[in-house]
């Protein structure tokens, strides 16, 4: 390397591709497929973005990743839950129970306020938030109030076309028969735009569909 | 030798108004017009105590006059005590404006005189009240040197006494009829009184004189009824203008809070809940919030922080003219503690958070989730109140009292659903069931209302939770999220 090279790179002038530094610290999703898209899993810290639809397995991607967020001795929000929480599920899944918090605020408004107030608080590890309306600056400001308390903020939306935030990772989920399809919509320091298919047949082998062939499934309609 | 002082008040309903923005003359009058109580203003005007109202109108126009409030007095005299409590541990009342304390056990404490009068000069200074004191080996000498303004210091037994001889008459406690009968005897000090034989006394005056006499010379026993610490906290304070924004109450109220955390710090204590009450001056009945902290606080801001946070959701229909804060019980500090090496950016403690998030949202808005030991869903999770482990935990430590039986960790359910729907929905659209069927009966086999739960997907791949009743009608009770 020349030595004009050397001195430029030392001045901090000249920007290389090869050592970048990764935007954030990882924490594994407990996915391997993932992990290898994401550079490591998913952000400790910041905003994540998971757009999808209820049901299909948006909580079970997260399970993994939400238990070592919590090893640590801090508490798990859930703000605004769809509906009532069960206790055996997230108890089998290795959630610590005694620092888990639940909150129901009444608008929009409170539910910012509330998970600001958390995030911040630098008490908690991790806080979801199901279907908030958010703005740029208000998202912004979410963000900030992560990194301050390290903690993550998990958003979940249904989907739809939004305006890009200030996020770490926004994630498209779509429903598979053996798992999940996770499109990358964002990633700070990465690519966008990647698709990966995860299979929940080695964690929820009761929650995936036989092979096709083998579908002897019966089918049930309201009577 | 005992040794008693004597610390007269004479003006404390002037002085707690809070410091008025110019020199204004304020007098506080009684029922009968006469003025009682005068700050220092209106006494370089030229008002003296015990001019009557309309002399003191014609000598100054801008006179501000206050009501006597006997209530008002006692409290404040009290209050008083109570703070002189910390550095005297013989205190008792005389009301309205007095207060006895008995040095001779203190003054070993405070090595001499000279020591507890440092001391006791910083604290009153701190309240801020006017006040007048004397000396006395009895507390009724005390109390006639201190009326005349003497502010004698002194432990010297003979001067004290010289002093006592040389007071006239009218600073002593005798009725005004008696001071009359004894002046035209020639008796004007006291000195020539006590130097009378009782006897002779006995025999000319009414028993009460002599029993004076016997107590103002330390002949006779007299009994003191000595104050106790009271057990909370619970100040009022009228303010200045009524107040109809909540945002101006905080500085009030930041003042009464400074009042609370001095109390809880001299006790080394904590509160876990405080009554702030809203008076009004129509007689609408109080607002009373209660704000509490779920780990216990004695720090003011602190409980500023979750006072204003319920004071700013409330709507006040009419301007506030007084404010009241009461805490009942203090409970011992305990030290918190945390991990040395464990570099966590945390500026609250989970209760606090809990507390904080109380405050806004509302009591019901927070809570937790206990697994019991339930086979029906909707019976196995329960909600409880915000981190109750910790606070029973933290309840318990305070209670000293172990005991509570072990609970059997409850071993969760295989398969069950993230989301429980509060009601079930009837099953509306095809889906295709990939395990089942999971029998579950209510207690006491009430085998009518027995379900058969599967697992179901549905077209769009969400994971339902449905069941079948025995009438073969399908329902969806929870979501695989």
């Given amino acids: 390397m020349s030595a004009i090279i050397a001195q430029l790179t030392r001045r ?41 639809d209820a049901g299909i397995g948006e909580l079970r991607v997260m399970l993994p990743y939400l238990k070592q ?40 408004n409170a539910m910012l306020w509330a998970a600001e107030q958390c995030l911040h608080s630098g008490c908690c590890a991790s806080v979801l938030l199901w279907q908030p309306q958010l703005s740029l600056a208000q998202a912004r400001r979410l963000q900030l109030a992560a990194e301050q308390g390290a903690a993550s903020l998990i958003v979940l939306r249904k989907p739809a076309q939004y305006l890009s935030l200030p996020v770490n990772l926004s994630l498209a989920l779509t429903a598979k028969a053996q798992g999940l399809s996770v499109k990358v919509l964002k990633r700070k320091g990465g690519w966008a735009g990647e698709v990966v298919n995860i299979s929940m047949q080695q964690h929820w082998p009761a929650l995936c569909l036989a092979d096709s062939s083998a579908a002897t499934a019966l089918t049930a309609v309201a009577g | 030798m005992a040794l008693y002082l004597y610390l007269q008040l004479p003006s404390l309903l002037v002085d707690c108004v809070s410091p008025l923005p110019a020199k204004v003359p304020l007098a506080v009058a009684d029922a009968q017009h006469r003025l009682v109580q005068l700050n220092a203003e209106a006494a370089a005007r030229g008002i003296t105590l015990g001019m009557s109202l309309g002399t003191a109108a014609a000598l100054c126009a801008d006179l501000q006059l206050l009501p006597y409030q006997t209530e008002r007095q006692q409290q404040l005299l009290q209050s008083v005590a109570q703070q002189l409590y910390q550095l005297t541990a013989d205190i008792a009342l005389d009301p309205p404006d007095g207060l006895y ?137 009228e303010l200045l203008y009524d107040i109809a924004d909540t945002r101006v109450l905080t500085a009030p109220l930041s003042s009464l809070l400074q009042q609370l955390s001095m109390q809880l710090k001299q006790r080394d204590a904590l509160c876990y809940q405080l009554q702030l009450s809203l008076h009004f001056r129509s007689g609408r009945p ?100 915000p981190l109750w482990t910790q606070q029973s935990q933290h309840q318990k430590q305070q209670n000293q009292s172990g005991g509570g ?37 209510p207690n006491g086999w009430q085998l009518a209302a027995q379900r058969d739960y599967f697992i179901g997907r549905n077209r ?18 929870g979501l695989f999220s």
């Fill in chain 2, 286 to 385: 109080a607002i009373v919030l209660a704000v509490g902290s779920a780990q216990g606080e004695y720090l003011p801001e602190r409980w500023l922080m979750l006072c204003q946070l319920q004071l700013c959701r409330l709507k006040l229909a009419e301007p506030v003219s007084g404010l009241e804060l009461n805490c009942d019980d203090f409970k011992p500090r305990q030290a918190q503690t945390a991990a040395l090496f464990d570099n966590s950016v945390a500026t609250l403690s989970p209760l606090q958070l809990v507390s904080l998030l109380e405050a806004r949202l509302g009591r019901g808005a927070i809570s937790s989730l206990s697994l019991q030991n339930q086979h029906l869903p909707e019976l196995a999770s329960r909600r409880q109140p």
């Fill in chain 2, 405 to 441: 039986a072990a609970l059997k960790p409850v071993i969760p359910l295989a398969l069950r659903p993230a989301f429980i729907l509060p009601s079930p929905r009837p099953l509306t659209e095809p889906v295709e069931i990939t395990s089942g069927p999971e029998r579950l009966c």
């Fill in chain 2, 101 to 237: 304390l008995r040095l001779c056990a203190m003054l070993r404490l405070y090595r001499g005189l000279n020591g507890y009068w440092q001391v006791l000069y910083k604290a009153l200074q701190a309240l801020g009240y006017r006040y007048q004191f004397s000396c006395g080996t009895t507390p009724l000498a005390a109390k006639c040197l201190a009326r005349q303004q003497l502010n004698l210091l002194s432990a010297d037994s003979t001067g004290l006494s010289a002093a006592l001889k040389r007071s006239p008459l009218v600073a002593s406690e005798l009725s005004l009829p008696l001071q009359q009968q004894l002046k035209r005897l020639g008796i004007n000090t006291l000195g020539q009184l006590l130097a009378l034989a009782p006897a002779e006394l006995s025999r000319r005056f009414e028993p009460e004189l002599l029993s004076y006499l016997g107590r103002l010379n330390g002949d006779f026993y007299h009994a003191l009824n000595y104050i106790q610490p009271a057990p909370g906290f619970s100040r009022y304070i």
């Fill in chain 1, 69 to 108: 967020q919590q090893a640590s001795g801090r508490l798990l929000v859930l703000i605004a839950p769809p509906a009532e929480p069960c206790a055996d599920m997230l108890a089998a899944a290795g959630i610590n129970l005694d620092a888990l918090l639940i909150i129901s605020p009444a608008n929009n």
């Fill in chain 2, 460 to 477: 769009k791949g969400q994971w339902l939770w449905l069941y079948r009743t025995v009438s073969q009608q399908w329902f969806v009770h």
């Fill in chain 1, 12 to 52: 901090q002038l000249l920007w290389q591709g090869n050592n970048q530094q990764a935007a954030y610290q990882a924490l594994s999703s407990g996915f391997a497929e993932l992990d290898a898209r994401l550079g490591g899993g998913f952000p400790a810290t910041g905003l994540i973005e998971l757009q999808t």
